[in-house]
């Protein structure tokens, strides 16, 4: 018996030593569910989270802007500033197994530019031609000098598909995205989560230390903390500006933040479709007299307790590119009434739509108090997030409530939103004179140059108020403890590398 017991005993200790070690799986709380995942379709800041983990770029970012290598090692330009020749890593293949080459890179640059879906159009749109000088070199043509070209291929304009996949996918390829960065696609389900799976052939594969990583889209800033103080969660993105001293007097909790490099703000509906066809779209006096009832002090103060940082421009006012000789206007009601009777107005009744979280719902609750005072009638019109800007894509809004992540060049906040053919043009604004001076911003190395270009521009419009900014945030992140390793980027991009849970 005691024979029979003992062999027993060491039976299960060697099950317990036979078991596998337990799966490092990571879970993130995100505050929108993504839209399409396919680089060239997608339009969304937390579709740009799930590329970081997904999708390997020619190019990175360090948390101080520079432009790093990635995917292309070494890169130079011509001395006409119209050739950029770059040298691409060695030994990097996609999840579906094919190489990653310079064939492949003109394979990915010629779909940004002739996919009909492309949003990417605009931001290489400077590239005449991608030629194969070696197996693993490129030399990208650009019809005239682009400033802004290194930038964008450190977004999603850089992220690297199969060509094997994207060709047999076409514009579904988002369905199942093939990549060829860390981890690898399992599975999707809309408004409940992203799931991927560590890439065991990933060229940087000591830098990763999960089994999987799970993105779980959860609108309601206050029950994401709560699912991760719960321990449901392992991360969350975009923690509410009201909890920030709670998660850092939180032993539990890492608290990390960095400046934005976006903004957000109100598009406004003016060309596009049959509802840009009325008086808020039609007359800027209307739009002006709608941003002269903010208060973007109060707001700060109000929905964030000062944490963020008003704005009425693409760039902030800390940064380089704003122009200070178009400050935040101060409040003037009577100034508002004023334009609103010139425009043939006493009251005005707007839609604005906006995403169905607290933060944004509020924001926009404050904004309808402050412009009832001067007789606008504020309807909101809550929406999940990617239903929002498939509205806006559609022409179907009068006003949205959305923002911009930002990028590392100031062309990429403001380009391809407000030229007559921008990809990301949803209000359908289009100004001539604008146009010329973007392309001219766009088009020169010369910083001075690109300033006065930018700074004429943003004077144009400060009048026409396509969009009418309103503050630019400070991404904040909240983590549980056991994890470490985390930097904090600007552009508000979860990079796993080296991140792992303590031993």
């Not at 206007?329 to 107005?345: F, Q, S």
């Not at 990301?424 to 300033?451: F, G, M």
């Not at 943003?458 to 026409?464: A, V, Y």
Request: some cysteine; aromatic content about 8%; charged content about 25%.
């Amino acid at each position: 018996m005691r024979q029979s017991l003992l062999a027993a005993l060491l039976l299960s200790a060697s099950a317990l030593v036979a078991l596998p070690a337990a799966a490092a799986d990571l879970r993130i709380g995100l505050q929108e569910d993504p839209d399409v995942l396919d680089p060239d379709q997608s339009r969304t800041f937390v579709g740009r989270i799930v590329y970081a983990s997904l999708c390997d770029k020619l190019v990175d970012i360090t948390p101080e802007l520079e432009i790093v290598p990635m995917l292309a090692t070494a890169w130079s330009w011509s001395e006409d500033g119209k050739v950029l020749t770059m040298d691409l890593r060695e030994g990097v293949v996609f999840h579906d197994g094919t190489p990653f080459d310079a064939q492949a890179v003109k394979a990915n640059i010629e779909r940004s530019k002739t996919l009909p879906e492309s949003r990417r159009k605009s931001e290489v749109q400077s590239i005449e031609s991608v030629e194969v000088t070696g197996p693993m070199q490129v030399a990208i043509t650009v019809n005239e000098p682009d400033a802004t070209l290194l930038a964008q291929l450190s977004d999603r304009a850089g992220m690297m598909i199969s060509p094997s996949a994207a060709s047999a996918a076409g514009a579904d390829f988002g369905a199942n995205p093939v990549c060829s960065g860390p981890f690898v696609f399992k599975e999707r389900i809309q408004q409940d989560r992203i799931v991927l799976t560590r890439f065991a052939d990933y060229w940087n594969a000591d830098a990763i230390h999960f089994d999987s990583v799970t993105f779980l889209p959860i609108p309601d800033t206050t029950v994401r903390l709560a699912n991760l103080r719960s321990g449901d969660l392992d991360m969350l993105e975009r923690l509410a500006a009201t909890d920030a001293a709670s998660v850092k007097a939180d032993s539990r909790l890492v608290y990390a933040d960095a400046v934005s490099l976006g903004y957000q703000g109100i598009t406004i509906n003016i060309g596009n479709g049959e509802r840009g066809d009325n008086p808020f779209g039609n007359d800027p006096r209307l739009r002006q007299a709608f941003e002269l009832t903010l208060d973007r002090d109060a707001i700060n103060q109000v929905v964030f307790e000062g944490v963020f940082a008003p704005g009425n421009q693409p760039f902030p006012p800390t940064s380089p590119w704003y122009d200070k000789e178009v400050p935040i206007p101060t409040r003037d009601i009577a100034k508002a009434k004023e334009l609103m009777k010139e425009a043939g107005h006493e009251t005005f009744e707007l839609e604005v739509q906006v995403a169905n979280n607290p933060v944004q719902t509020q924001l926009m609750q404050v904004v309808q108090s402050m412009a009832t005072e001067a007789g606008f009638i504020v309807r909101l019109k809550s929406m999940e997030f990617a239903s929002l800007l498939a509205d806006q894509t559609a022409g179907n809004y009068q006003a949205s409530q959305v923002g911009w992540s930002g990028r590392t060049d100031p062309d990429g906040n403001i380009h391809q939103f407000l030229t007559c053919n921008g990809g990301i043009n949803d209000s359908k604004y289009c100004n001539p004179e604008v146009d010329a001076l973007l392309d001219k911003a766009r088009t020169s190395n010369d910083i001075a140059v690109r300033k006065e270009s930018y700074d004429a521009a943003l004077k144009i419009l400060s009048q026409d108020l396509p969009i009418i900014y309103l503050y630019h945030q400070t991404w904040i992140w909240a983590l549980d403890g056991k994890v470490e390793g985390f930097v904090p980027f600007p552009d508000g991009m979860i990079r796993l590398q080296d991140v792992k849970f303590k031993s």
